[in-house]
């Protein structure tokens, strides 16, 4: 598969679009490889059609930027410089024609904007390049499907350390710290959102918020984490039984949810509609009795963020494309009662749907991993 560089060369080659200009941080993670978030500072990929591409950073960066954006000049900016100054000199210095931009039309502020205008006044700044990024970051190549397999085993490895937790007593509030801590003992040094452990009635709501709560025998424990590892995200949930016996209520709503998900697993088709699979995961549970229980979409894409497109809902036609990446997350939750939830991210491959998370499924699933 074509790098995202390339990609975006020929396409500025048949769009006639003299210069790209990238500073949302992801994207220039994406076209070059180097991650950094400069806060209020600015950091820049500059793609020519014919000219070797551009990566302006921070100067205190220069350093980590040279060492993996190697097909790129690199060139930087002390705090005490204008970086728009420099910017515009460097362009001027280039001597090629900058007629027609393509920018971050949902990135690149008013005001920086402004500046470039004022620099470069004859310019057009119409292309929007934040979608043509947005529908190429859709499908994964191989390296990335690589690094989001291992994104994926940290987030088990977070739910084993989580299971291991439980006890009678400890708090939602408690696990969690007990698996941030692990995690970053071991490397990990940023999830990939705020990770979720809800016990029993808490989990009913699909976007609670740990507390203070107490775990008790019997009841559910839904975990809702994931991992930044090298860029990219993972997401996991499961929700184990921590007790003796589930009830048969328990069991039934566990037991359907599980049949959504394993169902809509195994209905992925390269070429079948995004709708069509929430559809699956959604007759399951309808036909179960608790249609108007599983309130949110199947699922969402994933892959530098952890909320990105495609969305797996009704309503969404898009095809979905070997390689591209999304979580199967479907759930039920009765609001004072129970909540369950059981996701895993993967892609679609000509083979079907490849997790990227492997932690067992089943109502026993606590079970195994305290072993
Ligand atoms: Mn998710």
């Not at 934040?130 to 291992?150: F, G, H, W, Y």
């Not at 996991?236 to 998900?261: C, M």
């Not at 494309?321 to 997350?329: A, R």
Request: glycine fraction near 8%; proline fraction near 5%; charged fraction near 25%.
């Amino acid at each position: 598969m074509q790098m995202p560089l390339n990609r975006i060369v020929d396409l500025m080659k048949k769009q006639d679009i003299d210069i790209v200009f990238l500073n949302n941080p992801r994207n220039v993670f994406y076209v070059s490889s180097y991650m950094s978030d400069p806060h209020e500072r600015i950091l820049a990929a500059i793609l020519f059609k014919d000219e070797k591409p551009l990566l302006f950073t921070p100067a205190l960066e220069e350093n980590d930027a040279k060492k993996i954006a190697s097909e790129y000049d690199i060139f930087s900016y002390l705090d005490t410089e204008n970086p728009w100054e420099i910017i515009v000199a460097k362009l001027q210095e280039k001597n090629v024609p900058l007629k027609r931009w393509a920018i971050e039309k949902d990135f690149l502020t008013v005001e920086r904007l402004e500046a470039l205008k004022e620099a470069f006044p004859s310019a057009a700044f119409d292309f929007n390049i934040s979608t043509t990024i947005q529908d190429m970051r859709l499908v994964k190549n191989p390296q990335e499907l690589a690094i989001m397999k291992k994104a994926g085993y940290w987030a088990d490895q977070a739910l084993q350390i989580g299971a291991k937790a439980l006890r009678e007593g400890i708090t939602e509030a408690e696990v969690v710290a007990e698996i941030e801590y692990q995690m970053k003992r071991r490397g990990i040094s940023e999830m990939s959102f705020d990770t979720m452990v809800l016990f029993g009635e808490n989990a009913a709501s699909p976007h609670g918020t740990p507390g203070e709560k107490k775990l008790q025998k019997n009841q559910f424990v839904l975990f809702d984490l994931g991992v930044m590892y090298e860029g990219y995200a993972s997401d996991v949930t499961r929700t184990l039984f921590f007790g003796d016996e589930p009830t048969e209520h328990q069991k039934e709503i566990y037991n359907l949810v599980l049949s959504a998900h394993d169902e809509a697993m195994a209905a992925v088709r390269v070429g079948m509609k995004a709708s069509a699979l929430d559809a699956v995961a959604r007759n399951v549970i309808a036909v179960g009795g608790y249609g108007k229980y599983f309130n949110h979409r199947l699922g969402h894409g994933l892959g530098q963020g952890v909320h990105e497109f495609p969305s797996i809902m009704e309503g969404n036609d898009m095809e979905i494309l070997d390689g591209m990446c999304f979580s199967i997350e479907p759930g039920i939750y009765l609001p004072g009662d129970v909540g369950v939830r059981v996701e895993d991210c993967g892609y679609a491959s000509p083979e079907g749907f490849v997790s990227f998370t492997e932690t067992p499924t089943g109502i026993a699933t606590y079970l195994e991993l305290i072993k």
